[in-house]
């Protein structure tokens, strides 16, 4: 068969917005106030109102019992984000047909789970929410609350990433003015993780992963029995170590 | 976690808890009727059902093979529709976001697949821990989703019973009352049954107009453009202007008529304080809608004829003067039927003598315009009720009859003429078919003829070449050379 050539072939020029399919935006709160902590992550639709924040952090102050000053920091935090989502919005983004590498790293009640796979950025008909619901069923991860965990950690860095391709877009732009600045100039982290989908799938190479290492690709789900911290849950179980040293390894390799 | 398992008891109504609950209210927007005995089992434990006996006191059912011990699941009786394994007309009214436009298609946090999954998580959630309010927050960490429609559908659940009821820790009057006045609040968007517009900003239903914007397919409610609350892309000047049509609004129903018509009569045309009796209408409102009654019409002034009446100016000029006229009026004037009523209406008021002899002009007349048409026949009977009210029954009847059998006498001539003419199309027709049938057969024998000859003329042709050849055969039979006939022989060859 022909080699397919992929990678920049057609970058498309959108508007700013979440490159799944529902424009969803991830938030994470971090408050405390009087020695009291709240910390949460969720996803929110930047459709709904902003009465809508409002009467949510007031529920959510209610229902976890928090006293009424924690109210006025949470919907701070939540409103700068919001508006740091929208002041990206007007703007364009270049999305080339990107395949990105995601990660997962989560610790969520006494769940751990990690996981590394590939996403294509370019697919704006993505769904973070079924990959997630579809890896907690698969994996039988009993805890609910894993899913939404795992969904908005990757719709935050997915989050990051199309923000980097917004500043992208704005450097080209403010480059094509002056001189012709060379192409690889910028230096985001995203562009330089991109997968190169040509040496991937070109004359030689196959979509199958390699045997050795398909255990890199799996997802790890560990359930921490006992309420230690972090420091047990390594001498728990050994392979997290032995992968990481052998992801460095192999990342080193491949690219 | 439980919530992976299924439910473990049945839910039953508790016709104690039932009627106690809930005040005859809340019957809102939902079109079958609550009983309140009614026993409700989710379909998922169908054998359950046949097992649980219906009485009007309060009864339990156990959940066959359940681990956990069976506890009771109470769902007030407006809930009853609720099944696991559908979704309900009063969902897709109440909720429409999952279910129009372009959600209705799509899955992920949009579309019935996602309301369902929210849906069965929240009430299975719930009824894990019965005893114990379920709040937002716990729950919507447990679900993949964006918090808003979580939020919306929890609050759906709650209001409808689904979800903590009887679990109120915070006084169960006040939930009560909250849940009465969110069920009525729910029940008036959803008493219209025109297609509501929603605004894609709050997700509410859109009041008078709404404004549409071209740029990104967005509409939104009045109160969301006027605060700006759309994307930051678009500005004001995008946005259009639509306006929905009132005929939600403008439904009359019968006990305003009712006070209409009283006021009416009392104030005549005193529409300020008609408005007033009424209530909640405007004058032009009360106006337009009494000239729209039945009989209402007779008092806008001279209108076209409908019945034929040829002399009808004078009745006419009366527009409602006389109260007790029309206190007579009412008892027909209520007929279905608007031409009945006119004509009552008339007649009540001008007299038996003048009324027959306007419905005697009418009928000659009419007899005279349209005697073939056989809605005569109806109007001769509407006229002849009215007719039978009054005296002069005698001559009338006799011309009714005549007129009949002519129209009859003419209707079979029509047909029959029309047979005619169907034959002898046929009959013409059958003739040009004939005809060019004759003209093939003549022209077949031509071809015969035609091919005869050929064969003839090939006859001929063929023994003319046997002669030539024998002729041929013979003379070069002294030479012996020869044996074709191509070339002329030189005599020298001949020795």
Avoid at chain 2, 105 to 122: E, I, M, T
Avoid at chain 2, 264 to 293: N, Q
Wanted: with cysteine; hydrophobic share 35%; glycine share 4%.
């Amino acid at each position: 068969m022909k080699t397919v050539s992929l990678g920049a072939s057609r970058p498309s020029t959108v508007y700013f917005r979440m490159p799944t399919r529902d424009n969803l935006v991830p938030i994470r709160v971090d408050v405390e106030v009087d020695g009291q902590r709240y910390r949460d992550a969720f996803t929110w639709n930047p459709r709904d109102p902003d009465s809508e924040i409002i009467s949510f952090a007031k529920r959510t102050a209610k229902d976890l019992k928090l006293p009424a000053n924690f109210v006025p920091q949470m919907l701070q935090s939540i409103q700068g984000q919001l508006a740091e989502f929208r002041s990206y919005e007007g703007q364009e983004m270049q999305i080339k047909e990107k395949i990105v590498p995601l990660k997962i790293d989560l610790r969520v009640n006494n769940t751990v789970i990690r996981d590394q796979f590939l996403w294509d950025i370019g697919n704006l008909d993505s769904d973070p929410e079924e990959f997630a619901r579809t890896l907690c069923d698969d994996l039988n991860i009993t805890d609910p609350e894993v899913g939404p965990a795992i969904a908005v950690s990757i719709r935050e860095q997915l989050y990051e990433i199309a923000s980097q391709s917004v500043s992208v877009m704005r450097e080209k732009q403010m480059s094509k003015k002056g001189r012709r600045a060379p192409e690889f100039s910028s230096n985001s982290k995203a562009v330089n993780n991109a997968v190169d989908l040509f040496k991937y799938f070109g004359s030689k190479g196959s979509v199958i992963r390699k045997r050795k290492e398909w255990y890199l690709y799996e997802p790890v789900v560990d359930v921490v029995a006992s309420e230690e911290d972090g420091k047990e849950e390594v001498n728990n179980s050994s392979r997290p170590k032995k992968r990481a040293e052998e992801e460095k390894v192999a990342s080193l390799q491949s690219l | 976690m439980a919530t992976t398992a299924t439910t473990t008891a049945t839910a039953t109504v508790t016709a104690a808890a039932a009627t106690a609950n809930f005040v005859p209210t809340p019957t809102p927007p939902h079109p079958l009727p609550a009983a309140p005995p009614a026993l409700r089992a989710p379909s998922t434990l169908g054998p359950v059902k046949s097992e649980a006996p219906p009485t009007p006191s309060s009864s339990t059912a156990t959940a066959a093979g359940a681990e956990d011990p069976s506890y009771i699941i109470t769902v007030p009786s407006y809930s009853a529709w609720f099944s696991f394994d559908s979704i309900h007309d009063t969902e897709r009214r109440l909720l429409p976001e999952f279910f129009e436009g372009e959600a209705a298609a799509a899955s992920g946090c949009r579309g019935p697949h996602a309301y369902k999954y929210y849906r069965d998580s929240l009430i299975r959630r719930f009824r894990a821990r019965p005893g114990r309010r379920l709040t937002l927050t716990e729950a919507r960490r447990g679900l993949v989703g964006d918090v808003g429609s979580v939020r919306r559908v929890f609050d759906f659940l709650e209001e409808w019973g689904l979800i903590n009821y009887g679990a109120l820790p915070s006084g169960s009057k006040q939930a009560k009352e909250k849940r009465e006045e969110a069920a009525q609040q729910s029940s008036l968007p959803s008493g219209a049954t025109v297609p509501r517009k929603l605004c894609t900003g709050c997700r509410t239903v859109c009041g008078l107009a709404y404004y549409a914007c071209d740029k990104a397919d967005i509409s939104l409610c009045t109160r969301c453009y006027v605060n700006n609350n759309y994307r930051p892309g678009l500005s004001p000047a995008n946005f259009k202007r639509v306006e929905i049509t009132e005929d939600a609004k403008a439904d009359w129903t019968d006990k305003e008529t009712l006070h209409l018509l009283e006021a009416v009569l009392h104030y005549g045309e005193d529409w300020k304080k008609v408005s007033e009796h009424v209530g909640s209408r405007s004058e032009k409102d009360c106006i337009a809608r009494f000239i729209r009654l039945p009989f209402g019409e007779q008092f806008m002034g001279p209108k076209e004829d409908r019945m034929g009446f040829e002399n009808n100016d004078d009745n006419s000029d009366e527009p409602g003067a006389d109260v007790s006229k029309r206190l007579h009026l009412t008892p027909l004037a209520d007929a279905s039927n608007p031409i009945m009523a006119q004509v009552a209406f008339l007649s009540a008021i001008v007299g038996s003598d003048v009324a027959s002899a306007a419905a005697q002009a009418a009928i000659s007349a009419q007899s005279r315009v349209d005697l073939n048409d056989g809605e005569i026949e109806t109007s001769i009977n509407s006229t002849k009720e009215e007719e039978s009210s009054h005296t002069n029954g005698g001559s009338v009847n006799d011309l009714l009859k005549e007129v009949a059998a002519n129209a009859r006498a003419q209707l079979e001539k029509e047909r029959n003429s029309i047979e005619q003419s169907l034959s002898n199309i046929v009959d013409v027709q059958m003739k040009e078919i004939q005809d060019e049938i004759c003209r093939f057969e003549q022209k077949e024998m031509l071809m015969e003829k035609e091919r005869q000859q050929l064969n003839c003329l090939r006859d001929l042709l063929f023994t003319d070449q046997l002669a030539v050849m024998q002729h041929q055969q013979r003379t070069p039979a002294v030479v012996t050379e020869c044996k074709g006939d191509e070339k002329p022989k030189p005599v020298v060859n001949m020795s």
